[in-house]
């Protein structure tokens, strides 16, 4: 056996170059886009340098965008239409109180706060107790 003493030298790994920082994400006050946030950190980080990788996740990108952007223009008409739907309702509403308050001789609450005004007694209640 050999009694001389041999460095022993460690194999050296090959680095592989990493993105330290994060992408600069616009601000989400809504909290919505925390889970997409993730899983593209998770896809970026299975790419591999690997072109073709690279486009599948770019044309997934620009197919998900577009059927986002419609999906909220059907979710815009559909808000719109409902709330005008609601201010007819509401319209209809007021119309038939005002209608069923006459038919019953019932003030309208303009004319109930005007008759209290005139009489002195709208307005805060004053306690009498000691």
Do not use: C, H
């Not at 790994?13 to 601000?27: F, N």
């Amino acid at each position: 056996m050999d009694t001389q003493d041999t460095p022993v030298t460690a194999e050296t790994e090959e680095v592989i170059p990493q993105v330290v920082t994060a992408p600069a994400w616009p601000r989400d006050v809504y909290g919505i886009t925390s889970d997409l946030r993730r899983a593209l950190a998770r896809v970026a980080g299975r790419l591999n340098g690997d072109d073709e990788k690279f486009d599948v996740l770019m044309r997934t990108l620009r197919e998900g965008a577009g059927w986002a952007r419609k999906r909220m223009e059907i979710q815009k008409a559909y808000k719109a239409s409902t709330l005008a739907r609601l201010m007819q309702q509401t319209e209809k509403d007021n119309a038939e109180m005002e209608r069923l308050g006459a038919e019953r001789n019932i003030p309208s609450t303009d004319e109930r706060a005007k008759s209290q005004r005139e009489a002195g007694i709208q307005g805060s209640v004053t306690s009498t107790a000691q």
